[in-house]
C-alpha cells in the first residue's frame, strides 16, 4: 500500500509479503497471511482486529510506529524474526515454527493473551512486556519480562521461567 486504501473486511490475504509506506489500511476482522517479509513504515494502518500470520521460513516482521492486532507464527520448522521492536494490540500466537527477538533483542510489547502451544520463543536476552489484559497461557521462557498498564491484569495459565529480571509498573 502506497497510496489509495485498502479495506479488507473479513477476508484473508494471501500473499508473498506485504509492505505499507503510505495510504491507509483498514484491517477490519480480516486476516493476512505472508509467505515473505512484512513491514508497515507509513501511512494510516487501522488494525481493528485483524490477525498477521507469518508461515514462511526466515522472514521478518517489521512495524515501525504501527501495529498488529494480533501475530500469529504458523511456519512450520521456521523462524520469523523481529526486525524492529514489536508492539502487537492484541495476542502473540505461536502455532508452529519459531519467534525470534534477534540479537539486537526487539522489544515485544503485547496487549493480549500469549500462546505458544506448539511454537517457541527464541527470547535471547529481550524483553517481554505485557501491557493489557491477557494470560500467558502456556510454559515459557522470558529473559525479562515486564508488566505495565494501570489497572489491567496479566494471569499465568502455567509456570513460566524468566532468566533475568520481572519488572512490574504503574
Not at 515473505?36 to 494510516?44: C, D, F, L, P, Q
Not at 508488566?147 to 509498573?169: C, E, M, Q, R, S
Request: net charge negative; aromatic share 8%.
Amino acid at each position: 500500500v502506497t497510496a489509495g486504501t485498502l479495506s479488507i473486511g473479513s477476508k484473508i490475504i494471501v500473499c508473498a509479503g506485504f509492505t505499507q509506506t503510505g495510504g491507509t489500511f483498514n484491517g477490519n476482522n480480516g486476516r493476512i497471511r505472508s509467505s515473505a517479509n512484512v513491514s508497515v513504515t507509513g501511512g494510516t494502518h487501522n488494525f481493528n482486529t485483524y490477525t498477521l500470520e507469518m508461515i514462511s521460513n526466515g522472514t521478518t516482521i517489521n512495524y515501525v510506529g504501527r501495529s498488529p492486532y494480533d501475530v500469529e507464527i504458523n511456519a512450520p520448522a521456521g523462524i520469523i524474526s523481529l526486525s524492529a521492536p514489536l508492539t502487537v494490540a492484541g495476542s502473540v500466537i505461536l502455532t508452529n515454527g519459531e519467534l525470534d527477538v534477534t540479537a539486537a533483542n526487539f522489544q515485544l510489547n503485547v496487549a493480549g493473551d500469549w500462546n505458544s502451544d506448539v511454537g517457541t520463543f527464541n527470547e535471547r536476552a529481550g524483553i517481554v512486556e505485557f501491557d493489557g489484559n491477557g494470560t500467558i497461557q502456556n510454559a515459557e521462557t522470558f529473559y525479562n519480562l515486564y508488566k505495565n498498564g494501570a489497572g489491567t491484569t496479566t494471569n499465568l495459565g502455567a509456570d513460566i521461567t524468566v532468566t533475568n529480571t520481572v519488572d512490574i509498573f504503574n
